[in-house]
């Protein structure tokens, strides 16, 4: 078994024809507006929204990871290389580990894919009888800010040698691959190729580490610049809690490392200075192509869900600031995407389908088709910031709160309730006391904080999810606080 694309080769002048594709807006005259990028069955598909069809770019591959351009056109991604297949086939299945794997570009617009970046060794071989395995494994590409160059991370097996585990770049335009880094650190536990997120700030590493003192794994990011000078580092015990996910987001009009806690809260690391702090709020998933116009989009985790995959809460505020409605998804970040233009979002469905919400509408995906409940969902290019595009952390509470009460301690993102042992806080339509009631929140009861905080009457509030039901509720007065974050377990 083989992998096969269904297009012409693609070469590496063809990323200056690329580059710009998203630069028209009118979705009529842009190729890429409707077009929906995901993985089913191990294959990329791509689902034209605008008219209903979908088909498949590959067969027979096995895709991980899958990351889109910033300019537009063409989608990365990791395969198994031809010796994983081989394998595969001759022993029916193999376990403990990444498989070895090729970093491959495909053309999802103009249908001419098959371009393989990244191959094995001339003399490969894995699992063949009476030959050493002689492979290299690889991370799933992240592209630069600018999509000009690819970046992954790779690691020899078996030697796993120190000079082999090294972070690696190739540029479109040249066509050159260039190694980065050498000497990177082990991966605690199974080997494998570190993951790497490309943002404005640099290349920031992610490595699960062993301290044989306190026989804990904490967990390391690392953030090198493009020549391989290391820019920034931070660990994370275990005491802090367990590190859920990291993101490049923009803060202030500068780019930070968000680290996002298993509790829902978020820190920023700085890469110019290294210091780690507190996200002053949650970060927001926004279009990058038109982010004056885009909404954006805030996730919270249910904590008590029965699945990872479908215990999310998503709500969008509009680029006026203002807050929207609920949306209808609960997939994990990485199977919601919004389009170019940031008005519309694609994500993967409760029963396995794939969506579009636009307007307060929904548009399943055509035929018997199903989407992996974890497959990656690609549209527009999409980004992490916090506040309002153009810098700035966003419309900050009046003054007035400011002086007159405590100071939030909540944000957009996390889970909180009100403090067990006290009274229920009232539910109310708006922010204030004078809106209408929706009804209590019960001590002890958790509840997926939307936005906020907002100031009226004196007092912080904040947009709440409880069971369904989407109000405001007071986070205390001068005297005391009567909402707190749901503790870590």
Not at 443 to 466: I, K, T
Request: aromatic share 10%; net charge negative.
């Amino acid at each position: 078994m083989h992998r096969k694309f269904l297009s012409l080769s693609l070469a590496a002048c063809l990323f200056a024809v690329l580059t710009g594709t998203w630069a028209v807006r009118a979705q009529s005259d842009n190729p890429a507006a409707d077009l929906v990028v995901f993985v089913q069955g191990g294959n990329l598909w791509v689902w034209n929204v605008a008219t209903g069809e979908s088909q498949p770019l590959t067969l027979n591959t096995h895709l991980d990871g899958v990351a889109l351009s910033p300019a537009g056109g063409l989608v990365a991604m990791r395969d198994w290389s031809p010796i994983s297949y081989d394998a595969w086939e001759r022993t029916g299945g193999i376990g403990g580990g990444p498989l070895p794997s090729d970093i491959v570009a495909v053309n999802y617009v103009t249908l001419e894919p098959g371009m393989t970046i990244a191959a094995q060794p001339d003399d490969a071989s894995f699992f063949v009888e009476g030959v050493e395995d002689n492979a290299i494994l690889r991370s799933d590409p992240a592209w630069s800010p600018e999509g000009a160059s690819i970046a992954w991370t790779e690691l020899h097996y078996p030697s796993l040698s120190p000079e082999s585990n090294r972070l690696v770049m190739y540029t479109f335009a040249t066509g050159e691959t260039r190694v980065v880094v050498t000497n990177l650190p082990d991966m605690m536990g199974v080997p494998q190729p570190l993951q790497v997120k490309w943002g404005e700030g640099g290349l920031a590493l992610r490595v699960t580490l062993f301290d044989e003192e306190s026989i804990t794994y904490p967990e390391q990011i690392l953030v090198y610049d493009t020549d391989g000078n290391l820019r920034a580092q931070t660990v994370v015990s275990e005491d802090e809690g367990a590190l859920a996910d990291y993101q490049w987001i923009t803060w202030n009009d500068a780019p930070y490392v968000g680290i996002l806690f298993g509790d829902g809260h978020w820190e920023l690391l700085d890469p110019a200075t290294g210091n780690r702090q507190p996200a002053p709020a949650a970060p927001q998933l926004y279009s990058t192509v038109f982010p004056d116009d885009s909404l954006a989009l805030s996730v919270s985790q249910d904590t008590q869900a029965s699945s990872y995959w479908n215990g999310f809460a998503w709500t969008a505020t509009k680029p006026n600031g203002q807050p929207g409605s609920s949306l209808p998804i609960t997939s994990a970040p990485g199977s919601v995407a919004l389009s170019a233009d940031g008005q519309r979002i694609a994500y993967t469905n409760d029963h396995g389908g794939l969506s579009v919400w636009q307007n307060g509408q929904v548009i399943d995906m055509p035929g018997t088709l199903v989407v992996d409940a974890y497959a990656p969902v690609q549209w527009g290019p999409n980004g992490w910031r916090i506040g309002a595009a153009g810098g700035g952390d966003g419309p900050q509470p009046e003054d007035t709160c400011a002086t007159t009460t405590q100071p939030p301690r909540l944000q957009a993102g996390m889970q909180a309730q009100v403090i067990p042992g006290t009274s229920a806080n009232n539910l109310r339509a708006e922010p204030g006391s004078g809106s209408a009631s929706l009804g209590k929140l019960n001590p002890g009861e958790p509840f997926a904080v939307l936005s906020g905080p907002q100031c009226a009457d004196g007092m912080y509030w904040y947009q709440v999810d409880s069971s369904g039901i989407t109000g405001w509720t007071a986070e205390g007065d001068a005297a005391a606080y009567w909402l707190e974050p749901v503790p870590a377990s």
